[in-house]
């Protein structure tokens, strides 16, 4: 299966754009019509084929044009990217899990060949040949961790295990929704989900820590994230807020359907084999609402869901500006008929 990806922009004058194939494989993250915060952990299991999870690691269209913005965050911020000594074993852990993903689910444009720890690694859409051996970081032109997520869709998260707690020690973080790892870095499962409402009086991130305390080698799993961004930028950090805040007051009636992008994050975990830490994935997946209105369930779902939604969940994903925008134009788009039960397309 050859990608046709595509050159488009995520910042200045925004061309990123969902091909009819990438809406259908969009992921969805509401399976009813109402939302409230639960663990909704699942098994990473291989999901319907041409899906965002038939594979453990997704490449789409987007994949050029998502590190070329990588490299131009990267460039501004280096914090961006940061791992504490300790971590090293992980990050050689990670290169593993993700060039061995890549080359054999997408064959035709990644390869690895190991010979011992000899690895020659080829990525042909971004014209990459590097021969490196394995766990030497001076055989690698950046450190491994920053040198494979230059080439993998999404942030990555290296969470240290200790003290009946996970700690984030080491990652990549160049498209978060309004959090930074400078600031969440050494902290630890509570502390970085400090400023989520509800969720800790129900007690979702307690069950949430005790399972992934428990995680076992071999056995990955993944949720679903949500929130709304206006324009498709993929860098809303709270270092760049004062480029794309402003964005929120910028929604009108007429542009709407165009600026407003539900923005979803695919948040996978494995343990790794050799540092026993976690990995925690987040690819993030922007839609907008003309795009996403071409699917009639998702379309009456979203605007049911928006409409309903409770004012703290409101406020804390920071919809305030143009949630009740974007629910009039999705009620046009809503004749009231029910939604089947479920994430995907009827």
Known sequence: MTIQFKNETFRDDFTFSNSPEAIRR???????????????????????????TEFPIDIDEHYVSEMRDRALVLKADPLRCQSLPHMITAEWDLVELLMESMAKHYPEHFTLTRDGDRWHWINRPLEIDQTFTFGDAATLP????????????GDFCLLDQRNDNLWMDAGIVTTQADWSLDFDMGMNFMEWHGPVPLAHDMGVFDRALKFLLNLQQGRPVRRLNWTMTVNPRLDTSPENYHKWGIDRTTVTPENVGNKVHLRVE?????????????????????????????????GRRLHRVLRDLPPELVDYKGLTRFRDTTVDYLARHDDGAPTSPGFFPD
């Open 26 to 52: 969009f992921p969805f993250p509401f399976d009813k019509d109402q939302y409230m915060y639960a663990v909704n952990i699942e098994q990473h299991m291989p999901g319907p084929a041409k899906s965002a």
């Open 142 to 153: 950046c450190p491994p961790m920053e040198y494979v997520t230059r080439q993998c869709q």
């Open 266 to 298: 695919l948040q996978a975990l494995w343990r790794l084999p050799r540092s026993n830490a976690i990995v925690f994935s987040i690819r993030c997946y922007l839609i907008k609402m003309e795009e996403l209105v071409t699917i009639p369930k998702w």
